[in-house]
């Protein structure tokens, strides 16, 4: 939705004809939240085979229903215009991966719609997103492309729950200060296992990407800034940290111990923090009434000072009811609690508002850390 919604304002600056305009606008379109593509010129080539083939779909690739743990699936060639086909071969590589991992699978089993039972153990039991196409055989083996589609085997999805970033000076609760050189390690240990860090804002990519992860930090505590610099040290070509950073709306700005205004401008024109909401005075949602203030005034503050939107809310101290999550429903899509687990659909009410996560502590080793994000 939000994607329409800039590409209608670009549509309005190329109108005015203003170029300055319309180039700043394409790199605010281009600068957050993108996500690494293979080499245009694999992409180019896959293309231009496709062309050669003259691609024309001719029938459709049809795929049985998976539920969250299914590791299998059968897909079948469907309303074919041609039916003097007696093979076909599906190509099929995982979406995260380059067309180049390619597998062929052939059926010729046409009394069943040339059906062919595809297992994720063909690709090492990965999972996430699959492209496949079907291609009739000729008699001279000569392949044409007739279908194309996509199916996907939903992956689980950590989303690390931070607060301080900093030794802890006897201030606080210890539990919530995770060091800078562990929190370091931590974030290189994702770099090294090649994951995905994802905002939500990149939600229906996760099953795109491989290892999709989400780094969230609760409080807007100033010592957030540590991990701002941790990221940006750690970003290359490569690897290109995101976080989210949950801040509580009425502390900006109020002391030296929260983020500032100038704090929040400098983690959202890094590219790598999306700014969320924590409420705006670190609420106890469910003995309030004015939902509207914390919910709503919240988000359109944060949303006034960073220029973007506001979609996820971290429930203070992770409390909600029912109450609370249908009052959430009317501003967010996005909610997490502070419940242990990793995410994956099961296509449940509300499940994007009742968000487990996997919470770093002072005393997480390093080891445990791979454990959990495993
Ligand atoms: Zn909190």
Same mark, same amino acid.
């Given at each position: 939705?939000?994607?329409?919604?800039?590409?209608?304002?670009?549509?309005?600056?190329?109108?005015?004809? *203003?170029?300055? @305009?319309?180039?700043?606008?394409?790199?605010?379109? /281009?600068?957050?939240?993108?996500?690494?593509?293979?080499?245009?010129?694999?992409?180019?080539?896959?293309?231009?085979?496709?062309?050669?083939?003259?691609?024309?779909?001719?029938?459709?690739?049809?795929?049985?229903?998976?539920?969250?743990?299914?590791?299998?699936?059968?897909?079948?060639?469907?309303?074919?215009?041609?039916?003097?086909?007696?093979?076909?071969?599906?190509?099929?590589?995982?979406? $995260?991966?380059?067309?180049?991992?390619?597998?062929?699978?052939?059926?010729?089993?046409? #009394?069943?719609?040339?059906?062919?039972?595809?297992?994720?153990?063909?690709?090492?039991?990965?999972? !996430?997103?699959?492209?496949?196409? $079907?291609?009739?055989?000729?008699? /001279?083996?000569?392949?044409?492309?007739?279908?194309?589609?996509?199916?996907?085997?939903?992956?689980?999805?950590?989303?690390?729950?931070?607060? @301080?970033?900093?030794?802890?000076?006897?201030?606080?609760? /210890? !539990?919530?200060?995770?060091?800078?050189?562990?929190?370091?390690?931590?974030?290189?240990?994702?770099?090294?296992?090649?994951?995905?860090?994802?905002?939500?804002?990149?939600?229906?990519?996760?099953?795109?990407?491989?290892?999709?992860?989400?780094?969230?930090?609760?409080? %807007?505590?100033?010592?957030?800034?540590?991990?701002?610099?941790?990221?940006?040290?750690?970003?290359?070509?490569?690897?290109?940290?995101?976080?989210?950073?949950?801040?509580?709306?009425?502390?900006?700005?109020? *002391?030296?111990?929260?983020?500032?205004?100038?704090?929040?401008?400098?983690?959202?024109?890094? !590219?790598?923090?999306?700014?969320?909401?924590?409420?705006?005075?670190?609420?106890?949602?469910?003995?309030?009434?004015?939902?509207?203030?914390?919910?709503?005034?919240?988000?359109?503050?944060?949303?006034?000072?960073? %220029?973007?939107?506001?979609?996820?809310?971290?429930?203070?101290? !992770?409390?909600?009811?029912?109450?609370?999550? #249908?009052?959430?429903?009317?501003?967010?899509?996005?909610?997490?609690?502070?419940?242990?687990?990793?995410?994956?659909?099961?296509?449940?009410?509300?499940?994007?508002?009742?968000?487990?996560?996997?919470?770093?502590?002072?005393?997480?080793?390093?080891?445990?850390?791979?454990?959990?994000?495993?």
């Amino acid at each position: 939705m939000y994607k329409y919604f800039w590409v209608s304002f670009f549509a309005l600056f190329l109108l005015t004809n *203003s170029e300055i @305009a319309a180039k700043d606008m394409e790199r605010e379109l /281009q600068r957050p939240f993108t996500i690494t593509t293979f080499p245009s010129s694999l992409i180019e080539e896959n293309e231009e085979l496709k062309k050669r083939n003259v691609y024309r779909p001719m029938a459709t690739i049809s795929i049985a229903p998976t539920t969250y743990n299914s590791t299998e699936t059968t897909i079948t060639t469907v309303e074919r215009k041609d039916e003097n086909a007696n093979q076909i071969d599906y190509h099929i590589w995982r979406t $995260a991966d380059s067309p180049l991992t390619m597998k062929k699978f052939t059926s010729t089993d046409k #009394e069943r719609n040339f059906s062919f039972l595809f297992d994720t153990s063909e690709f090492l039991a990965q999972r !996430g997103e699959y492209q496949v196409e $079907a291609y009739m055989v000729d008699e /001279q083996g000569i392949e044409k492309l007739i279908a194309q589609n996509t199916f996907c085997f939903e992956q689980s999805v950590p989303i690390l729950m931070y607060h @301080a970033i900093d030794e802890f000076k006897g201030k606080g609760l /210890q !539990g919530l200060f995770v060091s800078p050189a562990n929190f370091e390690a931590q974030m290189r240990y994702l770099k090294e296992n090649k994951y995905t860090l994802l905002t939500f804002e990149q939600w229906d990519e996760r099953n795109k990407v491989n290892k999709p992860i989400l780094v969230t930090f609760d409080d %807007g505590m100033k010592n957030n800034m540590n991990a701002l610099r941790i990221l940006q040290a750690l970003e290359d070509e490569k690897f290109l940290p995101r976080a989210t950073e949950f801040v509580v709306a009425n502390r900006i700005d109020t *002391s030296p111990y929260w983020l500032s205004s100038e704090d929040i401008k400098e983690m959202v024109s890094s !590219g790598i923090f999306s700014i969320q909401s924590h409420t705006l005075t670190h609420a106890d949602l469910p003995i309030i009434s004015n939902f509207d203030n914390e919910l709503n005034a919240s988000k359109q503050k944060i949303e006034n000072l960073t %220029g973007y939107p506001v979609m996820a809310i971290a429930y203070p101290a !992770g409390q909600f009811n029912n109450k609370v999550v #249908e009052e959430t429903r009317k501003h967010y899509t996005f909610a997490v609690t502070t419940k242990s687990g990793q995410f994956i659909s099961k296509d449940q009410p509300n499940e994007l508002l009742l968000l487990r996560r996997v919470r770093i502590s002072n005393e997480t080793t390093l080891r445990q850390f791979a454990w959990l994000v495993h």
